[in-house]
């Protein structure tokens, strides 16, 4: 495999808990991974507090989300019961979205002057594949080193100057009126009343938005807007 499909793949792929930092570490090792085997727990533990400063994924909302997916499907299999083990899943999960929505929810408008977007998926897309030139390999070890210290910001400034063409993409719902819904469907499917419950949950999942930011601009958390 070509080194630039090798990168491609590597920043194409998608990040659950976290953004930038591991996705670029993957890249940067495909520059020397015969030669980088470093997997310290202190090497580890620096990358995850990089990881932090990006967008924060909340597992409380993606497990929500899932669990949303989950009670659709069983509706649409005519499985009432599970249907209700999803739905009740679901409402437990979004009750504690909203209760540290501060935390994950990123400073942007929302449908409702009081409620959130919670980042519940988000990934790095690569815009452009290539083949690095001895300059820019320069720049994707500098970068590399300052991930390994947990040096985001240092990092991503040598990403800019390699000129990695790379993008966040973030899937957000308004967890509050995720909430509603949520509850809403419980009691219709606890009704029997089925397909408005489906209708209830594909409320949800039509609120979904997703919003692609350049990796040195993504927006603060509501708390730490609040916060400065």
């Known amino acids: 495999m070509m080194r630039k499909h090798v990168m491609a793949v590597a920043l194409a792929a998608t990040l659950s808990t976290g953004i930038i930092a591991s996705v670029a570490t993957s890249v940067l090792a495909a520059e020397d991974q015969a030669a980088d085997t470093d997997t310290s727990s202190e090497n580890q533990a620096a990358i995850k507090t990089a990881e932090k400063d990006f967008v924060k994924v909340s597992s409380d909302t993606q497990t929500g989300m ?11 299999n005519g499985d009432p019961e599970q249907a209700r083990t999803y739905v009740d899943a679901a409402v437990t999960r979004m ?38 030139n001895t300059e820019q390999a320069k720049q994707i070890a500098k970068a ?7 040096m985001k910001r240092e990092a991503v400034k040598e990403l800019k100057l390699a000129e990695i063409d790379v993008a966040v993409t973030a899937s957000m719902v308004p967890v509050k009126f995720a909430k509603e819904h949520v509850e809403q469907a419980a009691k219709l499917v606890a009704e029997h009343k089925y397909y408005a419950a489906n209708l209830a949950l594909k409320a949800v999942d039509d ?4 919003e692609t930011y350049a990796i040195d601009a993504v927006p603060k958390t509501k708390g730490q807007a609040e916060s400065s």
């Open 66 to 76: 899932r669990d949303v997916h989950g009670a659709r499907l069983a509706i649409f």
């Open 95 to 132: 009750e504690d979205a909203v209760k540290d929505a501060n935390k994950y929810a990123l400073d942007i408008k929302a449908p409702k002057d009081d409620d959130s977007y919670v980042p519940f998926n988000a990934n790095l897309a690569l815009l452009n594949a290539y083949e690095p």
């Open 144 to 150: 590399k080193a300052h991930i390994h210290k947990g």
């Open 207 to 210: 609120a979904v938005v997703v």
